[in-house]
Nanobody, 113 residues
Framework: QVQLVESGGGLVQAGESLRLSCTGSGINNRAMAWYRQAPGKQREFVARISITGVTSYQNSLRGRFTVARDYAKNTVDLQINSLKPEDTGVYLC?????????WGQGTQVTVSS
């Protein structure tokens, strides 16, 4: 079964930036996406990227979030700028649409005010 690994999260101050990374077997050949889940909230879609690099974003996050892929490194990265406290949560990657059997453990992003 495909194992996805997310990294790059941490504790930051509001206004700072983070770059998250996702890797796993075969992701270069799949449409991928980032999702997040805030405490007490339902998991939500953040951004997606096609096999060829076409991107799409949740409308409310457009402008601060950028998704890109590095074929050589076999990663799908999420750049987050101007972080806000409401961005706090666990960030996870998966295919798009997501495969319920392939969720990783995610990487924690905590933004303090």
């Amino acid at each position: 079964q495909v194992q996805l690994v997310e990294s790059g999260g941490g504790l930051v101050q509001a206004g700072e930036s983070l770059r998250l990374s996702c890797t796993g077997s075969g992701i270069n050949n799949r449409a991928m996406a980032w999702y997040r889940q805030a405490p007490g909230k339902q998991r939500e879609f953040v951004a997606r990227i096609s096999i060829t690099g076409v991107t799409s974003y949740q409308n409310s996050l457009r402008g601060r979030f950028t998704v890109a892929r590095d074929y050589a490194k076999n990663t799908v990265d999420l750049q987050i700028n101007s972080l806000k406290p409401e961005d706090t949560g666990v960030y996870l990657c998966n295919t798009y649409p997501p495969d319920t059997n392939h969720w990783g453990q995610g990487t924690q992003v905590t933004v303090s005010s």
